[in-house]
């Protein structure tokens, strides 16, 4: 299997990334380990409803997703914030109207970031891309860069003059084996960038009726007791069902060990701070990242206080003459971390293919 650019990682990255291509005529392959596409961002459909389990938000002065969405048409809508907001302490007591809605003015995807994804694979040709595909290693030879692919227990050789790593450099750090090895440093600086997301989990609780909105509320919640330490509406754009989801406070190795009890008290806690209603949800789940292997290490286990200094070091620029780059949000100098991060990865990769290969 030969091609001109190999993409590993079928995320917003590597999907924008194969835009780029598909509208340059540049020749590509791009393959996913997951079953699906969208990396961190996953949209299930739950009663009829859509709900992100992964991103939900993007800002005012993110050109590049806001380019994205006027050019596929999709629906954008404010997250809700109508309401009071709820504080819980430490000993459970519940304090109505104290603080504002936190994410008030971000803004959202009708049908879910998911859409996004789908508008993105709808014009990429389905035969460029491999899901279930896994990269386990990467020599360069003679300008030509020879790649070990597995899929369903077989290997499976491919050829790329370029190669673009669209996933978590932790993640590259500890799957991916490289001939010539890129050497103890920059495997290190690659082990050094925390993975955006990775060690969050959100607890997402759906309803048939908005019990909080009913009760003027905004779904807005902080609390220092029970699992959730944040909690925000994730209603549909419009009708119902209604959904509120919380991010866990709770480490990842006690989410492992004790998750029946932790759904449970979940359940108890948003019954203390939004009533009664609340203690019968159509469904509750939980999406860990930190279990997922193709997004979280272990090293993306202790949390991350505040968000990253992110953009690529220099000695992880121009891999391999150039001839290999890094291209997740992790690499986004201005946006990364973020949604956008992922555009700015992929649009930066893009003007350097134009370029002729080493």
Known sequence: METEVLIVGGGLSGLSLADHLTQSGVDFILVEAQGRLGGRILTEELSGGNFDLGPAWFWHGQPRIAELVRRFALPVFDQYATG??????QSGAVQRGRGYASMQGSLRVGGGMGSLINALSDVIA???????????????QNGSISATLERAGQAIDAQAKRVILAAPPRVIANTISFAPSLGVAKTEAMARIPTWMAGQAKILAVYDQPHWRNAGLSGDAMSQRGPMVEIHDASPIEGGPFALFGFVGVPPDVRETKKDEMMRLALAQLTAMFGAAMAEPIKIILQDWASVPEVATLQDRAPVRSHPNYGLPTDLRHLW???????????GKEFGGFLEGSLEAAEATARELTMPPP
Do not use: F, K, P
């Open 321 to 331: 003459g150039g001839a290999l780059h890094l291209a997740s949000t992790e690499a």
């Open 84 to 89: 009071d907001l709820i504080y819980q302490d």
């Open 126 to 140: 389905s035969d460029r891309v491999m899901l279930e595909t896994r990269l386990r290693s990467l020599s360069r």
